[in-house]
């Protein structure tokens, strides 16, 4: 049985290890075998917004919530609607020069692996293999009876075919692929149900706001930390346990801790450094110096 740290987040007010120097960076990634955990920082540049920073959409709107989706049909209609336009806006994203850059590490062995709390596909998509999707992925459906995975594409044809008057005008795109969209045009959409079995539900394979991350998914994070030398945070404030665990695991291992995030986060106590600056130019530096 894994034994638990006892660490906790500092208090307001600590001073952290806040820099704008790549060194200690440097220095730790060019020892190999680290493991990246990135979070919706790192697809900022690519023009998908993050929930918790500065213009973070948490200050202005709800994500769904797995209960909601589960227990009501109206929300799993609006859910839908919405996420209908905004997987549009997701599938025009492109890699940006942070993921790139993780690519191009990842590739010249210096980052033995990749955990990330994103649903976008950008890792992948700028050539990064075997990335852990800790939150699941927007390019996949699973249905909640049958639990049959199909791909998000297909959805997409069947919703446009069950909507063929469908108008709605997204006003702003979500982390978590879904828009803003005005009540009427909600409440006009039509939601598909599942070809396989013919009455489940459909649902994003993603992890929803108090929805659990599969265990066996956690175990896998897990083993990459174990097997690593170094932890490398890209983008992610760590306010929800979902991803802060394995920062907590790999210091109390004492493995180095290094975090890349414009501002602070929950994790700072336990990392080496935490360097304040755009991930793109930071991460296409460092692959500068040390590949």
């Given at each position: 049985m894994r034994t638990k740290p006892t660490l906790t987040w500092a208090p307001t007010g600590e001073t952290w290890p806040r820099t704008t120097s790549l060194d200690t960076l440097a220095d730790v990634v060019a020892r190999r075998g680290v493991v990246?955990?990135?979070?919706?920082?790192?697809?900022?540049?690519?023009?998908?917004?993050d929930y918790r920073g500065e213009t973070g959409s948490l200050r202005r709107h709800t994500p769904m919530t797995y209960d909601e989706f589960v227990g009501s049909a109206e929300g799993?209609?609006?859910?839908?609607?919405?996420?209908?336009?905004?997987?549009?806006?997701?599938?025009?994203?492109?890699p940006n020069d942070g993921h790139r850059a993780v690519a191009a590490l990842r590739a010249a062995g210096f980052v033995s692996g990749v955990i990330t709390q994103n649903v976008d596909g950008l890792h992948q998509a700028a050539g990064t293999p075997g990335v852990v999707e800790l939150h699941g992925s927007l390019d996949r459906v699973i249905c909640l009876g049958c639990r049959t995975l199909s791909a998000r594409a297909e959805l997409d044809r069947r919703l446009r075919a069950a909507n063929p008057l469908f108008e709605g005008e997204a006003t702003r795109i979500n982390p978590d692929g879904d828009v803003e969209l005005a009540e009427d045009a909600v409440r006009a959409f039509r939601p598909v149900g599942c070809t396989a079995c013919e009455s489940g539900v459909l649902k994003p394979d993603v992890v929803f706001f108090g929805e659990n991350v599969p265990k066996d998914r956690v175990e896998q994070c897990y083993r990459l930390v174990d097997e690593a030398a170094a932890l490398l945070v890209l983008g992610s404030s760590l306010t929800v346990m979902s991803g802060l665990r394995f920062v907590r695991h790999a210091a109390a291992a004492g493995k180095p801790v290094v975090i890349v995030n414009q501002g602070p986060t929950r994790g700072d106590r336990y990392a080496a450094a935490r360097i304040d600056l755009?991930?793109?130019?930071?991460?296409?530096?460092?692959?500068?110096r040390v590949a």
């Open positions: 990246v955990l990135s979070g919706a920082g790192i697809s900022t540049e690519s023009g998908i917004p799993r209609r609006r859910y839908w609607a919405r996420s209908h336009l905004g997987w549009h806006a997701i599938t025009r994203a492109t755009p991930l793109g130019p930071a991460l296409t530096e460092l692959v500068g």
